[in-house]
């Protein structure tokens, strides 16, 4: 092991064990030696004393690598091996033009200082863009915490968050930072993140640990990456950012990112291209050394090769690209968090959504409530309205429905004359919740509404008729034939269930959900959106399935999904889907485009069985249960009015919850990939083609068919002119369908279009040395020929390389690259004609080889569309 690398590990080990050992001695402190320790009030802090805690422990956010500085990104814009060999240039050249010279002559080496300046200043102002921008972006999409300052709670920036701060938490929360909780109302916390368990545990102010529990066992502290399932608390911030153990935790995986196929493929391509620099620069040094007898001359012209065949601007190009496709998404109201989830938003070819909000209207209607026989009863709308007005969780559009409706009949008096003593929070396997009321008068009852079949299954009574009957199975037929007739009809409907015979001596546990009277059923309907049909033909369109993944009943499912264009002809639930193996589920994804009654665990099966048929998986979703299949997702996608676990995990956010907002979104990511494969293929043809061209000049020719100065210059005019790459279009066939990274598509393009930008510049060649008269004696002339053809010839042939169409004519690019192309093209013009090419230690060119110039670039175009032609009939595919 590196021995730098082993001493890093070993100091994020030390920090991990110290916050360890902090953590564990906390939670043996009672409060107010905690607040001692931090300086801290049961009060909470001052704005002023947060601001100084701030200065002293930083924001509240994990940094993990190295940091994009300013200085860092000024540096990685000058110091690179492109300004590096520019540099040893203009060294020599100052030497043996100015130092060693009779005549000193300084505009050669002006001009080497220029192109390094211009070089460093494009690379810095694209990388300032590029960084203002997804730092704009992700400004626009931040989690609040509920924090007790200057005595009063109010909502602030998680990263505003400092020791000593009294937080609120609540369901769908997530813990801000390593926390002690000082109260707590059946609070269940998911710590998957740091343990792998999937099940939340309780924690509680009043804990008794164990000197010997596990750090995450320890019942009274919280951890950052962990969230709130279900009851509330109030806390008390032990520790931020870097300093938290999810903080040492991070800082010792940071760099173990698996890359995606977009990022492999990247790397495969240039690591292609280094090897066979590696092999074919020691060539051209040794042809050069040997054929030319200047062994310095040859070192310093095999560098110059070496940098010009490095396609030194991929990064910029692929970051500007990402950058303005990220700025271009938020136009139609998709942020995303990092730029590296375009391509792969570009590549999804399944989304996987939620029914909810997403394909309905998300407002969630009470349609009846009603008695197991389907007669109207207002008893029922009371018993669910006081479970969902004392349940402690997370509010979801059903209990506010049921609210909303029973305030609107006058229910509200009703709270008066109960006390909430306990409650069982919900959670996605039992499918229902528990509160248990005391009355005025001492009476306990626990009341629990859920799911039908779950509610049914802790059944033992029925109240039929105004009588409490046994749930013998011709009553639960009944009740449940209330149940299918609604459900069928597209009413959302959950079970209702009570029992009077309520345990007071101790905490309430699921166990007590156990021969429960069931009394009647709520239904609820949530309409379809009218734009959900539209949308998911249009994301068919572009080869994106979409499969609906929802816990509602099959019933409700099937009849939204039917409105809204989703196949139903195959249809699995939950429970069903628990009993396949991976072989059968893998088998059933492949025709089935609805799961209904899915638990958490089972959407995210779902989901890998997808990815192990190869597809590229999007997922939508903005709830607790929606977290495990988000992170599974190779792509997640939330709402800004998420929970505050999903919009974590997510990797784009919707500021609208609209399939036709996330259709746009596809549209712009593919956007985003097309015009980045177009710069790849591009550099690697190019830098293939003039790899050989190169070698077969350094043969042929007795002098050196350019120098340094004119190489880099060439390289740099070359960069110049992709600048509108970024801001180019994309023809509509290229978006039609997801786009996978091909490393052996780009391997065929460099072996065909490579190939023949060598065989014209091999005939570019041949014109000047037979037709100009450019010979030995005329290098500097020979020189100035292959530079303005080779330029122009590479500028130029972005437009046929940038569609599979013919170009001008069929398929025109964006202005920006017009601007780019013909700006630069103009420029070498100037230069190659004019008495610039001095500077250039080049012989401005006579007139009569601009004939031959523009015969070879129109012979050059022409071959490079009837090859595109027979590439495209052979391969299926240009970009």
């Avoid at 460093?120 to 931040?142: D, H, P, W, Y």
């Avoid at 813990?175 to 792998?196: E, M, N, S, Y």
């Avoid at 020691?282 to 007898?293: A, E, H, S, Y």
Wanted: net charge neutral.
């Amino acid at each position: 092991m590196n021995i730098f690398k082993r001493k890093k590990i070993n100091q994020t080990q030390r920090q991990k064990d110290a916050s360890s050992t902090q953590l564990r001695l906390y939670s043996f402190m009672t409060a107010d030696e905690i607040y001692a320790a931090l300086e801290a009030t049961p009060t909470g802090l001052s704005t002023e004393q947060a601001e100084e805690l701030q200065g002293k422990f930083g924001e509240n956010v994990i940094t993990s690598g190295v940091k994009n500085t300013l200085a860092r990104r000024l540096r990685a814009a000058v110091v690179n091996p492109f300004n590096i060999v520019l540099l040893i240039i203009a060294l020599i050249t100052f030497l043996t033009d100015v130092i060693f010279s009779s005549s000193p002559d300084y505009l050669t080496v002006i001009i080497i200082i220029a192109l390094i300046l211009v070089s460093g200043t494009v690379a810095f102002v694209q990388s300032q863009r590029s960084n203002a921008a997804a730092e704009k972006l992700s400004n626009m999409i931040t989690n609040k915490a509920n924090v007790l300052r200057d005595g009063v709670f109010s909502e602030i920036d998680i990263n505003g968050i400092v020791p000593g701060d009294i937080v609120r938490l609540s369901a769908g929360d997530m813990i801000p930072a390593d926390v002690r909780f000082l109260a707590t109302k059946d609070t269940f916390i998911a710590q998957a993140a740091l343990t792998g368990e999937s099940n939340p545990v309780e924690k509680f102010a009043k804990a008794r640990n164990n000197a010997d529990d596990a750090l995450t066992d320890l019942q009274n502290i919280g951890f950052m990456g962990s969230n709130v399932v279900s009851g509330s608390a109030t806390v008390l911030v032990l520790a931020t950012g870097n300093d938290t153990y999810f903080g040492s935790m991070a800082k010792s995986l940071s760099g173990d990112r698996a890359k995606n196929s977009f990022e492999r493929g990247v790397n495969a391509i240039g690591s292609l291209l280094i090897k066979l620099m590696l092999v074919m620069v020691p060539i051209v040094f040794l042809i050069n050394g040997f054929t030319k007898n200047n062994w310095l001359q040859a070192l310093v012209f095999a560098i110059t090769i070496a940098v010009g065949l490095t396609p030194e601007m991929l990064p910029v190009i692929m970051t500007s690209t990402l950058a303005k496709g990220a700025v271009s998404m938020s136009k139609h109201g998709v942020i995303v968090k990092t730029l590296g989830a375009i391509q792969t938003f570009g590549e999804m070819d399944i989304l996987c959504t939620d029914k909810t909000g997403t394909l309905t209207e998300d407002k969630i209607i009470l349609e009846k409530y009603m008695n197991v026989l389907g007669d109207d009863d207002t008893r029922i709308l009371r018993h669910a309205y006081l479970n969902s007005y004392f349940q402690t969780g997370l509010k979801n559009l059903i209990d506010l429905a049921i609210i909303n409706r029973a305030n609107e009949n006058g229910f509200g008096e009703l709270l008066e004359q109960y006390v909430c003593i306990d409650e069982i929070p919900f959670d996605f396997s039992r499918r229902r919740m528990s509160v248990s009321l005391q009355s005025k008068n001492g009476k306990r009852q626990l009341i629990t509404k859920g799911a039908v079949e779950e509610i049914i299954a802790v059944s033992s009574f029925v109240e039929m008729n105004g009588q409490i009957l046994p749930l013998t199975e011709e009553n639960r037929l009944k009740a449940l034939q209330t149940y299918e007739r609604h459900n069928t009809d597209g009413l959302r409907m959950i079970a209702v269930a009570q029992k009077n015979n309520v345990p007071d001596a101790r905490m309430l546990g699921a166990d007590d959900e156990s021969d429960m009277v069931l009394i009647g059923f709520v239904g609820f309907l949530d309409p379809p959106k009218e734009s959900a049909k539209t949308a998911i033909a249009a994301l068919k369109e572009h080869g994106v399935r979409t499969v609906v993944l929802t816990g509602d009943s099959a019933g409700v499912a099937i009849k939204v999904c039917k409105k809204v264009g989703v196949d139903v002809s195959s249809c699995l639930t939950g429970k069903e889907v628990e009993n396949m193996t991976d072989a059968e589920l893998s088998a059933a994804v492949k025709v089935c485009s609805l799961f209904s009654k899915l638990s958490p665990s089972q959407k995210e099966r779902v989901v890998k069985a997808l990815q192990a048929e190869g597809h590229t998986v999007g997922y939508m979703g903005d709830g607790i249960n929606d977290a495990p299949p988000l992170y599974q997702a190779d792509v997640g996608i939330s709402v800004d009015s998420a929970v505050d676990i999903a919009k974590e995990t997510a990797d784009i956010i919707l500021l609208k919850k609209d399939l036709m907002v996330l259709e746009q979104g596809v549209i712009e990511g593919r956007k985003t990939f097309g015009n980045i494969v177009k710069y790849i293929k591009m550099a690697a043809s190019g830098n293939f083609g003039n790899m050989i061209s190169v070698i077969a000049a350094s043969i042929f020719l007795p002098f050196l068919p350019m120098l340094p100065v004119q190489i880099l210059a060439q390289n740099l005019l070359c960069d110049f002119s992709q600048m509108g790459i970024p801001f180019d279009t994309v023809d509509r066939e290229y978006i039609k369908k997801p786009r996978k990274w091909e490393t052996k598509s780009i391997k065929s393009f460099m072996g065909v279009m490579g190939p023949l930008s060598s065989l014209f510049d091999i005939l570019c060649f041949a014109v000047m040395w037979f037709a100009i008269g450019a010979k030995a004696e005329s290098a500097s002339l020979f020189q100035g020929g292959w530079f303005i053809f080779g330029t122009v010839s590479q500028i130029l042939v972005i437009h046929m390389i940038r569609t599979a169409k013919v170009p001008f004519l069929q398929s025109r690019s964006s202005a920006a690259l017009y601007i780019s192309t013909l700006t630069v093209t103009a420029a070498v013009f100037v230069i190659g004609f004019t008495h610039i090419a001095v500077g250039f230690d080049m012989t401005a060119l006579p007139i009569i080889f601009l004939p031959w110039l523009i015969a070879l670039l129109f012979l050059y175009f022409v071959s490079a569309q009837l090859i595109k032609r027979l590439y495209v009939k052979r391969f299926k595919e240009w970009l």
